[in-house]
């Protein structure tokens, strides 16, 4: 069974970066994709980008600008860095292997982290 | 950018059948996903590729898509079903897309 676990700072001030990381563990990160997911307070699901296991990255083209996500396969680790947050940016933080099935979906999340902007 | 759109609540009678839809530009020629989440849960995939239960989902949940419009169906709906479902698709330019949610009062 594949689990995912985030990790980070809980607290983040405004203008600074935000850095997540995601453990991988109970299956391979090779041959799969990982993305990251947003949901603020009382709303709804935002997708912020993925890594395949080569590298290959795609972002949100809303979040383009702000977002690195990188891999450790060696750690099976991936992370997140949103940059120049702000109180917009306060929510769950969700790490989820994205599975590629004629089109992708999410099949494992993680349980997800608050991240809260404020100085 | 690709948008979905879904009804901010349903409600439901124990025991009936609760519907779900999910409205999107020629949503029919993408598949759909449908994911259930309880409070303070992570989402649970319930539905992929349209219709298809992954392990463990029971039989009535079930669901379709044709037109602009895919449906979650929960045939004898229970208490536990009561949950936020968010439905999802994929676009080639904008990425994972989700709808907004629809909550599931079950009463």
């Known amino acids: 069974q594949v689990q995912l676990q985030e990790s980070g700072p809980g607290l983040v001030k405004p203008s600074e970066t935000l850095s997540l990381t995601c453990t991988v563990s109970?299956?391979?990160?090779?041959?799969?994709?990982w993305s990251w997911i947003r949901q603020s307070p009382g709303k709804g699901l935002e997708w912020i980008g993925y890594?395949?296991?080569?590298?290959?990255?795609k972002y949100n083209p809303s979040l383009k600008s702000r977002v690195t996500i990188s891999l450790d396969t060696s750690e099976k680790q991936f992370s997140l860095q949103l940059t120049s947050v702000t109180a917009a940016d306060t929510a769950f933080y969700y790490c989820?292997?994205?599975?590629?099935?004629?089109?992708?979906?999410?099949?494992?999340w993680g349980q997800g982290t608050l991240v809260t902007v404020s100085s | 950018s690709y948008e979905l759109t879904q009804p901010p609540s349903v409600s439901v009678s124990p025991g009936q059948t609760a519907s779900i839809t999910c409205s999107g530009d020629?949503?029919?020629?993408?598949?759909t996903f449908w994911y259930e989440q309880k409070p303070g849960q992570s989402p649970v995939l319930v539905i992929y590729?349209?219709?298809k239960r992954p392990s463990g989902i029971p039989e009535r949940f079930s669901g379709s898509n044709s037109g602009n419009t895919a449906t979650l169906t929960i045939t004898g709906t229970q208490a536990m079903d009561e949950a936020d479902y968010y439905c999802?698709?994929?676009?080639?330019?904008?990425?994972?897309?989700f709808g907004g949610g629809t909550k599931l009062t079950v009463l």
């Open positions: 989820a292997r994205q599975y590629y099935d004629n089109t992708y979906f999410f099949d494992y």
């Open positions: 999802q698709a994929w676009d080639s330019y904008t990425g994972g897309v």
């Open positions: 890594i395949y296991y080569n590298g290959i990255t």
């Open positions: 109970g299956g391979s990160i090779s041959g799969f994709y």
């Open positions: 020629k949503l029919g020629n993408k598949y």
């Open positions: 590729l349209d219709s």
